[in-house]
């Protein structure tokens, strides 16, 4: 028997309400196998649903179905997290910090300063 998404995102503890997993979808944060979901669409088991909440966006695999919300351990029993992992990143120099009143750099200091910073000097 399928289950509403509002009441499916709300079970499995992506929102903390279900008005506010309500609102999500209303908004189009929520999509059923790449569709805009309104929320009272139906979701069985083997759906993809994708959820972009915080700036985020999380695809997850419909394995049960619950419409009432249960411990974060059942939650977790209700789905399969697809998300692909965050690219890693990238690294970059500290900033070059001068003494307060220690005057403009010196050619030398601008070399230096250049050489932390990774530019290639120039001819």
Do not use: C
């Not at 351990?73 to 307060?100: G, M, N, Q």
């Amino acid at each position: 028997m399928p289950v509403r998404v509002d009441a499916w995102v709300w079970a499995v503890r992506l929102a903390k309400t279900r008005s506010q997993a309500t609102a999500a979808v209303k908004a189009g944060h929520v999509r059923v196998n790449d569709a805009p979901a309104k929320p009272a669409q139906p979701v069985n088991i083997g759906d993809t649903v994708r959820v972009r909440l915080h700036g985020f966006e999380k695809i997850y695999r419909v394995a049960a179905l619950a419409t009432r919300r249960g411990s974060a351990s059942e939650a977790a029993l209700l789905y399969e997290d697809l998300t692909p992992p965050p690219p890693p990143k990238v690294e970059r120099p500290a900033d070059v910090i001068r003494d307060r009143g220690a005057g403009r750099p010196t050619k030398r200091d601008r070399r230096e300063i250049d050489r932390l910073r990774g530019r290639a000097e120039e001819l």
